[in-house]
């Protein structure tokens, strides 16, 4: 931040009706993030890719008591829709941990990210700053992403 300052690599804009610092150290700050953020949806579609196939060829609560045959007893056809229905909340479990797990570490990024975006500006301009520091929100959201794919009773 003070040689940053020194050497006028941050200064004032204008935005609106606001003055915000910028300069190149919060450009590649804004970088970093916008790659982490990618690299976690990569990953997620990655890992999730089967879970999901799997989830979405999984017939739902409604749809158990007319694939099995009359034949079977009521106990069986209990048993069976029983254990069908327990294996899809465990998927659901862990679909849904995978993605606030990754929403929690993104949004941890942000919050360390303007932590320190915070001290450097302050360090920068030896003044108190509040306003005019460029605050970074995540766009990614567990619940958008479920919705994008399908899956929305999977975070609801």
């Not at 300052?5 to 919060?26: A, I, V």
């Not at 609560?61 to 056809?77: E, F, H, I, M, V």
């Not at 932590?115 to 990614?140: C, M």
Request: glycine residues 8%; hydrophobic residues 35%; contains cysteine.
């Amino acid at each position: 931040g003070l040689a940053d300052s020194l050497t006028h690599k941050t200064d004032f804009r204008t935005k609106g009706e606001k003055n915000t610092l910028s300069g190149g150290y919060y450009e590649h700050v804004r970088r970093e993030l916008q790659t982490l953020e990618a690299a976690q949806v990569a990953w997620l579609n990655k890992s999730l890719g089967p879970k999901i196939a799997e989830f979405k060829a999984m017939p739902r609560a409604s749809d158990y008591g007319d694939s099995t045959p009359r034949s079977t007893t009521g106990a069986r056809r209990a048993a069976r829709r029983a254990a069908a229905q327990g294996k899809r909340r465990e998927l659901i479990a862990s679909i849904r941990s995978e993605l606030l797990t990754a929403e929690g570490e993104i949004n941890t990024a942000y919050c360390t990210a303007n932590a320190a975006l915070t001290r450097y500006g302050k360090a920068s301009k030896f003044k108190v700053l509040d306003e005019e520091i460029p605050h970074f929100t995540a766009v990614f959201s567990a619940a958008d992403y479920a919705k994008r794919l399908g899956i929305e009773e999977v975070v609801s």
